[in-house]
């Protein structure tokens, strides 16, 4: 059996041809502009037509997903994906059988089959991007939530909200990489575009005030998300994907910032599969749905 995976974003789709045991035998990606979700549905079906021996259809996609119907009520980024069956479509396109499942719960799945969750009960994922996203296992089992909504973490309030506004005080408007690159834009009078993370990072090493400054209230924000989240589902992992985690001093820079308050005995590292976790935790979601109904 070869699986055809995606793993579909507002800037980048990722695809791959998979085997059921997690051997990724190819893959390829395709640039997405203005998170078209016409140009996406189009790249799906070009390289379905190039790879005839796939036998099923795996599909980790943003947004507020129903993976029984494969409903999509909110696309995120993908506003063309707003109410919109993408499992319908892709199966009356292809005639195969297809599998959807949320974005970062897929990422939380592929370190549940081949990550460092294979032996756990209680463990979050959580990802830090242009965005803050996440996902929930808890007793045994992923949480979706009554409407296909929980994992949200980015926004959960970084700090107590004013009246105006209340939205700007999550952790998606304070503690998100595109937020750092624009607070470092505005401090700089740099356009953003000329901004990326990595410099920001290295002039934090090399002891600039203004990087200095905000990533350490970047880190700050990112321990308040994770204070709460420990006394809320009280994991005993939380796994942390995203770019960010392959400055090799990620982990360590956090654990510092995270001791002032109080990480109890919760367990924090990076997330295994990085680039691939969407395209194995969407094929793991498939596989889970062919032996239910088998």
Same mark, same amino acid.
């Given at each position: 059996?070869?699986?055809?995976?995606?793993?579909?974003?507002?800037?980048?789709?990722?695809?791959?041809?998979?085997?059921?045991?997690?051997?990724?035998?190819?893959?390829?990606?395709?640039?997405?502009?203005?998170?078209?979700?016409?140009?996406?549905?189009?790249?799906?079906?070009?390289?379905?037509?190039?790879?005839?021996?796939?036998?099923?259809?795996?599909?980790?996609?943003?947004?507020?997903?129903?993976?029984?119907?494969?409903?999509?009520?909110?696309?995120?980024?993908?506003?063309?994906?707003?109410?919109?069956?993408?499992?319908?479509?892709?199966?009356?396109?292809?005639?195969?059988?297809?599998?959807?499942?949320?974005?970062?719960?897929?990422?939380?799945?592929?370190?549940?089959?081949?990550?460092?969750?294979?032996?756990?009960? *209680?463990?979050?994922?959580?990802?830090?991007?242009?965005?803050?996203?996440?996902?929930?296992?808890?007793?045994?089992?992923?949480?979706?939530?009554?409407?296909?909504?929980?994992?949200?973490?980015?926004?959960?309030?970084?700090?107590?909200?004013?009246?105006?506004?209340?939205?700007?005080?999550?952790?998606?408007?304070?503690?998100?990489?595109?937020?750092?690159?624009?607070?470092?834009?505005?401090?700089?009078?740099?356009?953003?575009?000329?901004?990326?993370?990595?410099?920001?990072?290295?002039?934090? *090493?090399?002891?600039?005030?203004?990087?200095?400054?905000?990533?350490?209230?970047?880190?700050?924000?990112?321990?308040?998300?994770?204070?709460?989240?420990?006394?809320?589902? *009280?994991?005993?992992?939380?796994?942390?994907?995203?770019?960010?985690?392959?400055?090799?001093?990620?982990?360590?820079?956090?654990?510092?910032?995270?001791?002032?308050?109080?990480?109890? *005995?919760?367990?924090?590292?990076?997330?295994?599969?990085?680039?691939?976790?969407?395209?194995?935790?969407?094929?793991?979601?498939?596989?889970?749905?062919?032996?239910?109904?088998?």
């Amino acid at each position: 059996m070869k699986i055809a995976a995606f793993d579909i974003g507002g800037t980048a789709l990722k695809m791959g041809v998979v085997l059921p045991h997690g051997e990724i035998i190819l893959t390829k990606s395709a640039e997405i502009i203005a998170s078209d979700g016409d140009q996406i549905l189009a790249e799906m079906k070009l390289f379905l037509a190039e790879n005839t021996d796939v036998t099923g259809i795996a599909v980790s996609a943003p947004g507020y997903v129903n993976p029984k119907t494969g409903l999509i009520t909110m696309g995120g980024a993908i506003r063309r994906f707003d109410n919109f069956n993408l499992k319908e479509w892709l199966e009356a396109e292809t005639g195969l059988p297809v599998a959807i499942e949320n974005d970062a719960n897929c990422a939380l799945l592929a370190e549940k089959w081949l990550g460092k969750g294979q032996d756990l009960d *209680d463990f979050l994922c959580l990802t830090i991007g242009t965005g803050i996203g996440g996902g929930i296992f808890s007793n045994g089992a992923l949480v979706r939530g009554g409407r296909f909504r929980a994992g949200e973490f980015g926004y959960m309030f970084s700090e107590r909200p004013g009246a105006f506004r209340p939205g700007k005080y999550t952790l998606n408007e304070t503690t998100t990489m595109l937020v750092l690159r624009r607070q470092y834009a505005q401090l700089t009078g740099r356009p953003l575009k000329e901004i990326t993370g990595e410099e920001i990072f290295a002039n934090y *090493d090399a002891h600039d005030p203004i990087s200095e400054r905000l990533i350490n209230e970047f880190y700050t924000g990112i321990c308040t998300g994770l204070y709460n989240l420990i006394y809320l589902f *009280d994991p005993t992992h939380i796994f942390i994907g995203g770019g960010i985690t392959s400055r090799p001093t990620f982990i360590t820079e956090l654990k510092h910032h995270m001791a002032s308050f109080g990480l109890r *005995d919760t367990i924090i590292e990076t997330a295994t599969h990085k680039n691939q976790a969407g395209l194995l935790g969407a094929v793991y979601h498939f596989l889970q749905e062919e032996n239910r109904h088998e």
